[in-house]
């Protein structure tokens, strides 16, 4: 099991501790660093400028939003930070949920998720085997774009860029069964949302036959600390957020994982206490039990017998959400 250094993205402003962990977790052997986006600070920027300051760590988006750019913009991204980072550069991807794609994006959220992304996907794999111009007929992504409110001008292009690799690995952020299963034939690997060991059932039956070499990445927080019961406090502020904060009260897809995991009373109450205004009782209300089983914390010993669970499955890169150099090590010693 190889191990991933996930940056996220940033709150207020740049962290200056992204560059030095991105550092360390190269010397220390990790094997990639991954940044994300929301509303906010980009995913490619960030990852560029950890690009020019590293040498051999791979380098990927966790996620890259599909609404926020033609799946040929997203594509040009990829293949141009693989050229500069002499072939180390991976692909993430993910829808969002309608609140984003509606509210900052300003475009309407697919009502078929995974005709959507097949179609993505589609077109990025296109652009960087350059076999031909770019051409599809698609019900979310035509190319050219034939509309009745076009020119008729538009005719198929390929880029003029050489992609470095035509096989530049392409990763699907998905959460429901059918999502996964999609993902398990047209993508290169999966990142999964709140990953436990112990309940891979919860994602359907895609996961028993899934290609050679394909990539199961799920994101996870790492923290070495001698209170279990403090360890999972991040873990609980984050999972508030998202299960309260990011989506609609009637459509919110991580509520919904949560609730799929056994959790479903916990996941209506966190949305309920969030959306009311009452951001601090929905974390409390967060179940211990949950955060903990989606991450590692506690002592080196804790989390050294844990991480014989992660082994056990499908995993083959775990991204840990680790916030110091000393967490990183021991992370590294135990993987060792």
């Known amino acids: 099991m190889r191990l991933g250094l996930a940056l996220g993205y940033w709150g207020r402003g740049p962290s200056p501790d992204h560059v030095p962990l991105a550092r360390e977790a190269e010397r220390l052997g990790y094997d990639s660093v991954w940044t994300a986006e929301s509303w906010g600070s980009d995913a490619f920027t960030p990852l560029t400028w950890i690009a020019a300051q590293t040498t051999r760590i791979r380098l990927s988006t966790a996620v890259a939003q599909m609404a926020a750019r033609p799946p040929t913009t997203t594509a040009m991204h990829a293949l141009t930070l693989d050229h500069l980072s002499g072939g180390r550069m991976m692909l993430g991807l993910g829808l969002s949920g309608p609140q984003v794609v509606e509210g900052w994006y300003g475009r309407p959220f697919p009502k078929s998720l995974l005709t959507a992304t097949r179609e993505y996907v589609d077109v990025v794999r296109q652009v960087l085997r350059r076999e031909a111009p770019v051409e599809l007929d698609g019900r979310f992504h035509a190319h050219p774009y034939r509309g009745a409110d076009g020119t008729g001008l538009g005719k198929p292009l390929k880029p003029i860029t050489h992609p470095l690799r035509a096989g ?44 050679e070499g ?32 990011m989506g609609h009260a009637a459509r919110n897809f ?64 775990l991204l840990a959400l680790a916030p110091d150099p000393h967490t990183l090590r021991v992370l590294a010693e135990l993987n060792s």
Not at 219 to 236: A, Y
């Open 168 to 211: 530049l690995p392409v990763l699907l952020g998905a959460e429901g069964p059918k999502n996964v299963a999609q993902t398990a034939r047209i993508a290169d690997g999966w990142l999964p949302l709140y990953w436990s060991p112990g309940r891979p059932d919860v994602y359907g039956p895609a996961l028993a036959d899934l290609p």
């Open 214 to 245: 394909f990539l199961v990445a799920p994101m996870t927080q790492v923290r070495v600390c001698d209170d279990v019961s403090e360890g999972p406090l991040p873990v609980k502020a984050m999972l508030g957020f998202y299960i309260g904060g």
């Open 254 to 317: 991580h509520a919904d994982l949560m609730a799929r995991m056994g959790y479903e009373e916990d996941a209506r109450r966190v949305q309920e206490l969030f959306l009311s205004g009452r951001r601090e009782e929905a974390v409390r209300a967060v179940p211990d039990s949950f955060a903990d089983e989606i991450s590692l914390v506690g002592p080196r010993e804790r989390i050294a017998a844990r991480l014989e669970l992660w082994r056990k499955g499908p995993v083959t890169d």
